[in-house]
């Protein structure tokens, strides 16, 4: 069973907003708050591993090697958590790291090897990449599954005041982001997601030259009020967990958290849905052409990362 999606499709996993960042800023954002990151254990992981592929392979290696650093003080701007708690969250995170360490990171450098055998045949056509955003979802409910009864335990001891904290800065979260990607007109969006895009794929290939700067715009623009959507969706997953949180006595709890945790798109609207979908397959079109559209010596860049991001990966030691 694959669970790793190519890093270069990942760059995309969330196609609304968001800037590349190097390490250092990565732990600057988590310390003061900035993080986009939700308090779910499963995408934190993968959302911090994405951050450090993004900024460089030679830096994820460190990023995992932190993330029982990272995830708790990304969990700090969410959950006031009290020593004890604290303690219960270090551990269970010590044992899902390790897990993750020995069982799924051998995936994700099989995963790599595979992706750098079919760039060395040539065309990449958007059939090729067609499963990858399911493997990347499949990730997030293999991870999710195997969280949950540590978030439940952890979520189900929160006092009231926690509970509200946490409402206080989602919906913090939420003001900032609106005002950042939705006050501008949307061809200014469209514009902003377009210069995003196109330096994170420089990341992987090199400068990109006209034509494919132009690819990227075109794509930008297919994905219209995709801002609007993400959030919206975001907004829902929030309401989801903090209507379930208001009955963490209850019986069903633990199984309102797992859906919660393991399927996220259950808790949001017909219509995000299918902006997500449709935004995926705008990006799989868009990653084959720019493929196609690429010189020998942005293959030569793509094939490099790669193989970095790979040798990263596969040297490091799990607990």
Do not use: K
Not at 4 to 32: C, I, M
């Amino acid at each position: 069973m694959q669970t790793a999606a190519p890093p270069v499709f990942l760059a995309f996993a969330d196609q609304a907003h968001g800037e590349p960042a190097g390490l250092p800023a990565l732990y600057r954002e988590v310390r003061q708050g900035r993080s986009r990151m939700r308090p779910c254990l499963a995408r934190l992981l993968i959302a911090l591993l994405l951050a450090a592929a993004l900024a460089g392979c030679n830096r994820i290696g460190l990023a995992y090697r932190n993330l029982d650093l990272l995830i708790p003080w990304t969990l700090d701007d969410y959950l006031q958590l009290d020593g004890a708690q604290r303690r219960q969250l270090a551990a269970h995170l010590d044992q899902h790291l390790a897990w993750h360490c020995r069982s799924q990171l051998p995936r994700y450098v099989e995963q790599l090897a595979q992706l750098r055998r079919q760039l060395d045949d040539g065309r990449l056509a958007a059939r090729d990449l067609q499963p990858t955003h399911a493997q990347l979802r499949l990730a997030l409910r293999t991870l999710g599954e195997r969280i949950t009864p540590s978030a439940v335990t952890l979520l189900r001891e929160l006092d009231d005041s926690q509970v509200e904290h946490l409402r206080a800065a989602f919906a913090e979260r939420q003001e900032a982001d609106a005002e950042r990607y939705l006050q501008a007109p949307l061809a200014q969006q469209v514009r902003q997601r377009a210069d995003r895009a196109s330096e994170r794929l420089e990341h992987w290939f090199g400068p990109l030259d006209a034509a494919q700067r132009q690819r990227v715009l075109a794509w930008s623009h297919s994905l219209g009020e995709q801002n609007r959507h993400w959030l919206d969706g975001r907004g829902q997953w929030q309401a989801a967990l903090l209507a379930a949180l208001a009955q963490r006595e209850q019986a069903d709890f633990p199984a309102r958290l797992a859906g919660l945790l393991q399927d996220r798109e259950s808790a949001m609207s017909r219509e995000v849905r299918q902006a997500s979908r449709q935004a995926e397959q705008a990006t799989v079109a868009l990653l084959a052409d720019l493929h196609t559209l690429a010189g020998a010596e942005q293959r030569r860049h793509l094939q490099q990362r790669l193989a970095a991001l790979q040798r990263d990966l596969s040297e490091l030691q799990c607990s």
